[in-house]
């Protein structure tokens, strides 16, 4: 397990990263993964139902992907349900283990509640998580276009209708990760979404993955804004 702590934009949070042991099945796994972060969190005064703002998992194979994710969903519920993204990525272990975890924790700011927003109907997935001056959006896919320019052109079009729910908009994005599938070039990705200009690139990541939830996604989205 990796640990770090981190005060970003004026905020303390804790990053984890984490595979699972050896287990009986994919599910032990995938249960352990979380009862190792809990106890993780705990040495930091913080908890799985109240702090953690976001969560990606990982897993080796599809069925991997599909049970650490649902896992997950039992795991986070009412006000403790987070931004979350999910990954098909062997490349991501280290170890045997069928399944991953990244997580990360924020203290309670001073000012201001934490608060869900679902979609209607209900989803695996929130439409933003507000607390203190933080707004953490869901990864975000599109599985209706075929090419990656008009995925990531639809996705930047709705992550900016959820921004402006919460009072933001590009100006406040502080972070954006791009978990793009192994199949395209970063460099072409990075240079289209200069050119749309308004996402902020100073401070993002690319990953390289091979799959999502369902076949012919191309890439995964995550903003984070400071409010």
């Given at each position: 397990?990796?640990?770090?702590?981190?005060?970003?934009?004026?905020?303390?949070?804790?990053?984890?990263?984490?595979?699972?042991?050896?287990?009986?099945?994919?599910?032990?796994?995938?249960?352990?993964?979380?009862?190792?972060?809990?106890?993780?969190?705990?040495?930091?005064?913080?908890?799985?139902?109240?702090?953690?703002?976001?969560?990606?998992?990982?897993?080796?194979?599809?069925?991997?992907?599909?049970?650490?994710?649902?896992?997950?969903?039992?795991?986070?519920?009412?006000?403790?349900?987070?931004?979350?993204?999910?990954?098909?990525a062997?490349?991501?272990?280290?170890?045997?283990?069928?399944?991953?975890?990244?997580?990360?924790?924020?203290?309670?700011?001073?000012?201001?509640?934490?608060?869900?927003?679902?979609?209607?109907?209900?989803?695996?997935?929130?439409?933003?998580?507000?607390?203190?001056?933080?707004?953490?959006l869901a990864?975000?896919?599109?599985?209706?276009?075929?090419?990656?320019?008009?995925?990531?052109?639809?996705?930047?079009?709705?992550a900016?209708?959820?921004?402006?729910?919460?009072?933001?908009?590009?100006?406040?994005?502080?972070?954006?990760?791009?978990?793009?599938?192994?199949?395209?070039?970063?460099?072409?990705?990075l240079?289209?979404?200069?050119?749309?200009?308004?996402?902020?690139?100073d401070?993002?990541?690319?990953?390289?993955?091979?799959?999502?939830?369902?076949?012919?996604?191309?890439?995964e989205?995550?903003?984070?804004?400071?409010?």
């Amino acid at each position: 397990m990796r640990q770090k702590t981190i005060n970003f934009m004026g905020q303390r949070l804790v990053s984890l990263a984490l595979e699972a042991g050896a287990g009986p099945t994919i599910e032990r796994q995938s249960q352990a993964l979380f009862e190792r972060a809990a106890a993780a969190l705990a040495t930091h005064g913080l908890a799985l139902d109240r702090n953690v703002v976001r969560t990606r998992v990982f897993g080796r194979s599809r069925e991997a992907r599909d049970v650490v994710s649902a896992v997950r969903g039992k795991l986070f519920e009412g006000a403790a349900r987070a931004a979350t993204s999910s990954y098909i990525a062997p490349a991501y272990f280290a170890s045997a283990a069928d399944v991953g975890l990244d997580l990360l924790a924020m203290a309670a700011p001073a000012i201001g509640n934490r608060q869900v927003s679902e979609h209607a109907p209900a989803q695996p997935y929130i439409r933003h998580l507000t607390w203190g001056p933080m707004v953490f959006l869901a990864g975000m896919t599109c599985e209706t276009l075929p090419t990656l320019r008009e995925q990531y052109t639809d996705v930047l079009a709705r992550a900016g209708a959820l921004l402006a729910e919460t009072g933001c908009d590009w100006n406040n994005v502080v972070h954006a990760a791009f978990f793009l599938h192994r199949s395209e070039d970063p460099s072409a990705l990075l240079d289209g979404i200069a050119a749309i200009g308004s996402v902020p690139l100073d401070n993002c990541e690319v990953e390289q993955v091979d799959g999502y939830s369902r076949p012919g996604k191309l890439i995964e989205i995550e903003i984070t804004a400071k409010r």
